[in-house]
Nanobody
Framework: QVQLVESGGGLVQAGGSLRLSCAAS????????MGWFRQAPGTEREFVAT????????RVADSFKGRFTISRDNAKNTVYLQMNSLKPEDAAVYYC???????????????????WGQGTQVTVSS
């Protein structure tokens, strides 16, 4: 089992940047595919980005390509989401998640994740 704790959210002006972090407990972090999702009020949880176990492969949802980057540091048991050129519509609660799926390099669907953090709020002012 792994516990995930997100941080780095907050209030930023449109056009600004934030870097979200997700720290994982335990000694098996590198065995998990990691992902970021977000959810705005009244909407379904939305896939943002995912990264393979060793970090060599990433996938970012088309909506965020060119603005968001996912990375991980297995020595620090941490996954990051760098968000640039933020827009007011990026405001949401951002969640990190861990997947133990073995048949894929990355996972883009929420149902494929076993563990979730509590989320961190991102607010973007116009």
């Amino acid at each position: 089992q792994v516990q995930l704790v997100e941080s780095g959210g907050g209030l930023v002006q449109a056009g600004g940047s934030l870097r979200l972090s997700c720290a994982a407990s335990g000694h098996t972090f590198s065995t998990y595919i990691m992902g970021w999702f977000r959810q705005a009020p009244g909407t379904e949880r939305e896939f943002v980005a995912t990264i393979s176990r060793r970090g060599g492969y990433t996938r970012v949802a088309d909506s965020f390509k060119g603005r968001f980057t996912i990375s991980r540091d297995n020595a620090k048991n941490t996954v990051y989401l760098q968000m640039n050129s933020l827009k007011p519509e990026d405001a949401a609660v951002y969640y990190c998640a861990a997947s133990s799926v073995v048949s894929s390099v990355v996972v883009t669907t929420a149902g494929g994740y076993d563990y979730w953090g509590q989320g961190t709020q991102v607010t973007v002012s116009s």
